[in-house]
């Protein structure tokens, strides 16, 4: 019988929430390594470089919104090492290394009370979104002279099992057992599952996808309402609903069905993952 050889990933950010996630739903399908060290160290870098071979490249590896406070370690990270870990890989011209995927964001986007489709003009409104949209801008630039294809997928609002500090479900729900009223949640966004995240993922290498594809649910939920789900799931307190209005941020994920996602985890389901 003739032997199958596995695709090889190599994946920055392998740690993160969404980068273990995705190795472990797909770490029998696919050869994946995690790259082991600092991305801001380029001489590392470029030398672990040496001798390797792979097929794909994901970069999860990023500062969060929620650890933007530092502007110097958000740009070092964000922006300066990841571009210049894409240099280091055009320069190497590795065999058979034919697809670089950036994990984006939906902060590249401005408010909307529309479904934001991927040709809305990017107005990020915080440091995050900015660093992101930086990243987007050189790819755009560069791709025709780069020697892989290269990837943007600006995912919404991910929810999952052990979501850690700095994302809403958890904030909210500390937040909950300490207050008896929430405020700026009169406003609507777009939550997704993880496991639909990494499916979408998985599709958008198989296909070496180039365009900037929304990974998204498609499905907008106001705050206040996830909020009573979270509630009266976890914790079932007395809490009322501050109402003055806020801004919105859902997505379009027409594209991303047309490519092959068809069905996604309900919000619900979605926020329900968490496990305090």
Same mark, same amino acid.
């Given at each position: ?9 190599? !994946? ?17 399908? #696919? =050869? ?17 470089? $040496? %001798?390797? @071979?792979?097929?794909? #490249? ?21 922006? =300066?090492?990841?571009?210049?870990? *894409?240099? *280091?890989?055009? @320069?190497?011209?590795?065999?058979? #290394? /034919? ?15 529309? /479904?934001?489709? $991927? ?13 992101? @949209?930086?990243?987007?801008?050189? *790819? ?7 020697? #892989? ?5 600006? !995912?919404?609002?991910? =929810? ?5 500090? %700095? ?10 057992? @300490? ?44 705050? *206040? ?7 009266? &799931?976890?914790?079932?307190?007395? !809490? ?5 209005? %806020? ?6 994920? &027409? ?10 985890? &309900? ?8 496990? /305090?």
């Amino acid at each position: 019988m003739r032997k199958v050889f596995k695709k090889k990933i190599i !994946i920055t950010g392998g740690n993160g929430m969404l980068g273990n996630h995705f190795y472990n739903m797909y770490k029998n399908a #696919f =050869t994946i390594v995690k790259y082991p060290n600092r991305i801001e160290n380029f001489k590392k870098f470029e030398k672990w470089l $040496e %001798g390797k @071979k792979f097929n794909y #490249f994901i970069h999860f590896a990023a500062k969060t919104k929620s650890e933007s406070k530092d502007k110097k370690k958000l740009k070092l990270i964000n922006v =300066t090492s990841t571009i210049k870990m *894409i240099k *280091i890989l055009n @320069k190497k011209k590795i065999l058979n #290394f /034919k697809y670089f995927l950036f994990i984006s964001s939906s902060h590249v986007y401005g408010f909307s009370n529309k /479904k934001i489709k $991927e040709t809305k003009k990017r107005a990020p409104k915080n440091l995050y979104g900015k660093s992101k @949209k930086r990243v987007e801008d050189y *790819i755009i630039n560069k791709r025709k002279k780069l020697n #892989f294809k290269v990837g943007i997928a600006r !995912i919404f609002n991910v =929810t999952g099992a052990k979501q850690r500090k %700095g994302n809403f479900v958890p904030d909210m729900v500390e937040k909950m057992k @300490k207050v008896k009223t929430i405020y700026f949640v009169n406003q609507f966004r777009d939550f997704i599952h993880i496991d639909d995240v990494s499916r979408s993922i998985k599709l958008l290498i198989d296909k070496k996808f180039e365009k900037p594809i929304n990974i998204s649910s498609g499905k907008k939920i106001n705050l *206040i309402n996830a909020c009573k789900i979270l509630n009266n &799931s976890f914790l079932k307190n007395k !809490i009322s609903y501050d109402k003055k209005r %806020g801004k919105d941020i859902f997505g379009n994920n &027409s594209l991303l069905r047309n490519i092959g996602i068809k069905k996604f985890k &309900s919000v619900k389901k979605a926020l329900l993952e968490y496990k /305090k």
